[in-house]
């Protein structure tokens, strides 16, 4: 097979080991998200592994909510996460779950592990528990209730059930080891009594299962069989096994961590990006600055240029830290082909072309992309008037500058060849205007007689130009001095974005549609904003600049 030579990563020779076996007849994988925040990049790593692996191996991806803790979650995030994974492209197909549907499966698992002596009922209260629990040196204390009779605990768990208990005076545990040199399993709680309103179950229940008991008796119910997280689960490892264990399933799912992915200065956590949306600082949970998908989605990338991302980060046990300059390598190969190349003018100064007639408004014709001949070409208007970008013509040029100076002939890209003749300056010194002389025989920016220019500058005819706004990025953060302050909190970048409210796009961008993207030649691919944009007035994020630091690693 051609493909054998993509070398397999350590989950998916767990699952062909699986299969070979026969420890599971088909792959089901899930995402199971709790609905208390934007999903971020990391997320969208693990969710198109766990959905990737199920196409990979013709099995299923389950989509599920971990809903057990009523405190945080919300509907509106609820919604979010299922829009963030569908435009990624994972499909669950009917198989939308939310383990708060679960709460019954899990008080009858409870039960079941009281009958058998596993479970009790404790007295303990949380600090209590904890200085019993000892330390990683010293084994934990018994619990004095643990030695409550079988009777007794069913008595006492249906009476936290019924509502008879305050908040935090019981709880139930699983009967472990409390000298187990593994602190989760020294007799970890497994039940909270909570009067607290959940989002879909109300006020049914008033007790809660903890996130170690209910997580693999959710993905046992669904017929999990690799149950996919990341590397802080890995002590909870033995947790998982013992509940699948003493619940005796037929075909219980397999824990497997992996490392989660992280972007080196950039901020990923939920509660640093809750924070930042909260306080104002951003505009709200999909500003283009974040890596929220929401945020990614808005600024103008890709479900494919995220998946390649994921993909070249590849899936390992030891932490590392990817770029974000990575990332954006990503973007730009996807969009590169994919979307037309158009001419945008960011920092404008006017361009005059003294022996063009006045009136006249050429069109030319312009291919979409020299290297996707599928975009075909537009039209674009040309005319004595035109916008030319402030960098591109200096009065003094050092060494190398090839672009507009006086004297100068350059290419106007696929119109002409022009001559700088004048400029002219206002009292600050800033240059107000340009002038120069086409020759109407280097038509399409071709040389007309062999003569060579150095320089290719972009240009907007001015009478028929869009005027847009257009926002560029920056980190959020500021790298340089550390993302974090001492206090924690973090270091704000100042310059994050920069609004540009003058700026000229060719009149065919007028039309540009909500999340619609291009290359604006030499500046960039920019992405229109679906929030701020309004019909026939588009608003431009940039996406990412053309120029690119970052190397793409040897794979031999
Ligand atoms: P965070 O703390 O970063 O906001 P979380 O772990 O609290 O994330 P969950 O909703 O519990 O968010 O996560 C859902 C799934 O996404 C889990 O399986 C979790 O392991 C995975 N996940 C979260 N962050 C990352 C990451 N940075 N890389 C890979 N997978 C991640
Ligand atoms: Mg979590």
Not at 380 to 407: A, C, H, N, T
Request: with cysteine; hydrophobic share 35%.
């Amino acid at each position: 097979m051609e493909n054998e030579t993509v070398s397999k990563n350590f989950i998916e020779r767990i699952i062909e080991e699986d299969l070979s076996t026969g420890k599971c007849d088909a792959v089901c994988t899930r995402f199971p998200p709790e609905p208390n925040g934007y999903l971020h990049i990391g997320h969208a790593k693990s969710i198109l592994l766990n959905y990737g692996l199920a196409q990979k191996y013709g099995g299923k991806f389950n989509m599920r909510f971990d809903d057990t803790n009523p405190t945080k979650e919300k509907i509106e995030f609820v919604e979010s996460i299922k829009k963030d994974i569908q435009w990624l492209g994972a499909d669950w197909e009917d198989r939308l779950y939310f383990a708060s549907n679960y709460f019954p499966q899990m008080y009858e698992a409870a039960v079941r592990l009281i009958q058998k002596g596993k479970a009790y009922v404790s007295d303990l209260s949380a600090e209590q528990i904890r200085e019993y629990r000892g330390t990683l040196e010293e084994p934990g204390k018994k619990d004095p209730s643990s030695d409550r009779s079988i009777e007794e605990n069913l008595a006492l768990f249906e009476d936290m059930k019924n509502g008879k208990y305050e908040d935090g005076t019981k709880v139930l545990r699983a009967k472990i080891d409390m000298a187990s040199p593994n602190m989760n399993m020294r007799d970890p709680v497994i039940y909270r009594v909570a009067h607290m309103t959940h989002h879909n179950t109300g006020d049914t229940w008033c007790i809660y299962p903890m996130y170690d008991f209910a997580h693999p008796i959710e993905d046992a119910i669904e017929g999990i069989t690799h149950s996919i997280c990341t590397l802080e689960f890995e002590d909870h490892r033995p947790l998982y096994d013992w509940v699948v264990r003493e619940l005796e399933y037929e075909k219980p799912p397999k824990q497997i961590e992996f490392a989660k992915l992280y972007l080196k200065n950039v901020v990923t956590g939920k509660r640093y990006i809750k924070k930042l949306v909260e306080e104002g600082i951003v505009d709200g949970w999909d500003d283009p600055r974040l890596v929220s998908i929401s945020g990614l989605r808005r600024r103008g990338f890709t479900p494919e240029s995220i998946q390649m991302f994921v993909d070249m980060c590849g899936v390992s046990k030891a932490n590392s830290i990817a770029d974000y300059a990575a990332l954006e390598y990503c973007i730009r190969e996807d969009l590169k082909v994919k979307r037309p190349r158009v001419m945008a003018i960011l920092d404008p100064v006017k361009l005059i072309i003294d022996n063009y007639p006045e009136d006249e408004t050429e069109w030319l014709t312009v291919p979409n992309n020299q290297e996707n001949e599928a975009l075909g070409s537009r039209e674009v208007p040309f005319s004595r008037e035109l916008y030319i970008e402030r960098e591109d013509f200096m009065e003094e040029p050092p060494k190398k500058y090839f672009r507009m100076f006086p004297g100068n002939e350059v290419r106007l890209m696929n119109a002409y060849f022009v001559k700088c003749v004048d400029f002219k300056k206002d009292a600050d010194g800033k240059v107000t205007e340009i002038h120069c002389t086409y020759d109407p025989a280097s038509k399409g920016g071709n040389s007309p007689d062999g003569r060579k220019v150095k320089g290719t500058i972009h240009w907007v005819a001015a009478k028929t130009a869009k005027k847009v706004t257009v926002r560029l990025y920056e980190n959020i953060v500021d790298e340089d001095l550390g993302v974090y302050n001492e206090d924690g909190s973090l270091n704000l970048n100042p310059n994050s974005l920069t609004v540009l409210d003058e700026c000229y796009v060719e009149p065919s961008l007028a039309q540009a549609q909500a999340f619609e993207s291009f290359q604006f030649v030499r500046n960039g691919f920019f992405c229109v904003d679906y929030k701020d944009s309004k019909e026939g007035e588009p608003v431009f994020n940039r996406i990412v600049s053309l120029k690119s630091s970052f190397k793409l690693p040897k794979t031999e």
